[in-house]
């Protein structure tokens, strides 16, 4: 997504922040709790508070988002292009398998985006192995437990550095 430059005027508005949004899809607002053994003692509010830190460190903003609906994340999806947001960190979580209708609202946006996900999904029941949003993605990270989704935060940062 680009950016209109900054008029040279001395009373022009500073630029906007860079705008990361970050989408966890449903039962990740049980995390901490839900299935310590797969998904680790970490919860959706520690893993946004150390995101949000990291991201000021280089002034930008970054929004967390859950729902266990699937048209409430395409809606949030379809506002992003709006928003100017500038890059998608993503859990899609059990519609990681089963959502076209999320890919599809990522493809429209043409936002890019990292796929994440807390456990290998590569280790474990055959259905989990295949994703609708891989094939998108800028990148996928999973196995790492909550670090994937600072890992995917930093990746996210260089991206953004870029433009």
Do not use: W
Request: hydrophobic letters at 40%.
């Amino acid at each position: 997504m680009t950016r209109s430059k900054r008029s040279k005027d001395s009373d022009a508005e500073p630029p906007e922040p860079t705008r990361i949004l970050v989408l966890h899809g449903p039962n990740l607002n049980l995390l901490g709790t839900r299935e310590p053994e797969i998904y680790g003692r970490t919860t959706l509010a520690d893993i946004h508070a150390a995101m949000d830190a990291r991201a000021r460190a280089d002034g930008v903003v970054v929004e967390s988002f859950q729902s266990n609906h699937e048209g409430q994340l395409i809606d949030r999806i379809q506002a992003s292009a709006t928003e100017n947001v500038d890059f998608v960190i993503i859990n899609p979580a059990g519609y990681t398998h089963t959502s076209v209708a999320m890919r599809d609202a990522l493809a429209a946006v043409e936002v890019p985006y990292v796929e994440v996900h807390l456990s290998n999904i590569h280790a474990r029941e055959p259905f989990r192995h295949h994703s609708y949003f891989s094939d998108r993605a800028a990148g996928v990270i999973c196995g790492l437990g909550a670090y994937g989704y600072m890992a995917a935060l930093e990746f996210a940062l260089s991206q953004v550095r870029k433009t």
